[in-house]
């Protein structure tokens, strides 16, 4: 499936195979399971992606760079977000603190210091983003798949009991780094929280706006936090990934941080919505040519390539 994908895309762009140098696929992410998640004694962390390196490489025949996430975990780490490296290479700058904020299924974000520091950038999920609203809206309206704009949620009104039900997770306290994903937050986790602020019976222009307001303050919340301390540069936030397309978790964000500049990756030359290929395309280069990318954070591990490399022969 991922090959045919491949091969269709580069038929739409008149982009023959041998121009490729080598693919970068991520894959697909069907289960992720850190230690903080699964709690079992004795256990490393987990993560588990489809999508074989092999398969792609001899139907493209193309090199192909796959499972990335392996390594990090080998190494101590586990396995998420990898966008650090990434955007430490491309989008550091001396005099202003940076915040890589993406908004997918999961809210995540990378740290930039100010004054250049590697050891004091970070990567970390936050919390939930797209993922119970997109859960929300394809169980309960037929032939949508997402919540256009945030219009539903819109037409909604904050609830706060339910809002408070949704934020009281011992996760939300948890340091920084950590990782999180839908094993956790999705439809169960909203039922749960319903039952628990007895508001199942609220209308679903109401629970939108809800679940709007919930990744809204856990992302304010993360990034007040980030940013204590740091005071010595100014602070800007640019996003990327799905919910920036989201016009009321967008309002919500800047209305909160007035202090924050907001901004998107497109001001720094990147699409936002090409944002995550691009940093799997730079992690598949360091394979190959790199020497090793350190985890900053002060973690004592070691300096890693992650992927391995498949060859089409």
């Known amino acids: 499936l991922h090959a045919d994908l491949i091969l269709k895309a580069l038929d739409k762009w008149k982009i023959k195979p041998e121009e490729i140098d080598v693919i970068a696929s991520h894959g697909q992410t069907i289960y992720h399971a850190p230690k903080s998640l699964h709690r079992l004694a004795g256990y490393p962390n987990g993560t588990l992606q489809i999508g074989d390196g092999d398969h792609i490489a001899v139907k493209t025949g193309i090199i192909t760079i796959c499972d990335f996430r392996q390594k990090h975990i080998a190494a101590g780490g586990e396995g998420a977000p990898l966008a650090v490296y990434g955007d430490y290479l491309l989008f550091s700058k001396q005099g202003e603190n940076r915040i890589m904020l993406n908004i997918g299924g999961i809210a995540n974000f990378t740290y930039l210091s100010g004054d250049g520091d590697a050891g004091k950038m970070f990567s970390t999920d936050v919390g939930p983003g797209n993922t ?7 169980k309960n309206y037929s032939g949508l798949y997402f919540d256009e704009g945030g219009r539903l949620a819109m037409d909604g009104t904050v609830n706060e009991k339910l809002l408070s039900a949704l934020l009281d997770l011992e996760f939300f306290n948890a340091n920084f780094p950590k990782t999180t994903g839908p094993e956790l937050f999705n439809l169960t986790y909203l039922e749960k929280a319903q039952a628990k602020s007895n508001t199942a019976d609220i209308s679903n222009e109401d629970v939108m706006a809800t679940l709007n307001r919930f990744t809204g303050q856990v992302i304010v919340n993360a990034i007040s936090v980030a940013k204590k301390g740091n005071t010595d540069n100014p602070v800007a936030v640019y996003l990327s990934g799905g919910g920036m397309h989201n016009s009321v978790l967008c309002s919500f964000l800047k209305g909160s941080l007035p202090e924050v500049q907001f901004y998107t990756t497109a001001d720094l030359g990147i699409e936002p919505d090409a944002k995550e290929a691009v940093l799997f395309a730079l992690l598949a280069n360091e394979t190959l040519v790199g020497e090793g990318i350190g985890f900053g954070n002060g973690e004592d591990v ?11 022969y």
């Open 302 to 312: 070691p300096a890693v390539n992650m992927g391995k490399i498949c060859f089409p």
């Open 132 to 138: 119970i609203m997109d859960q929300f809206i394809q």
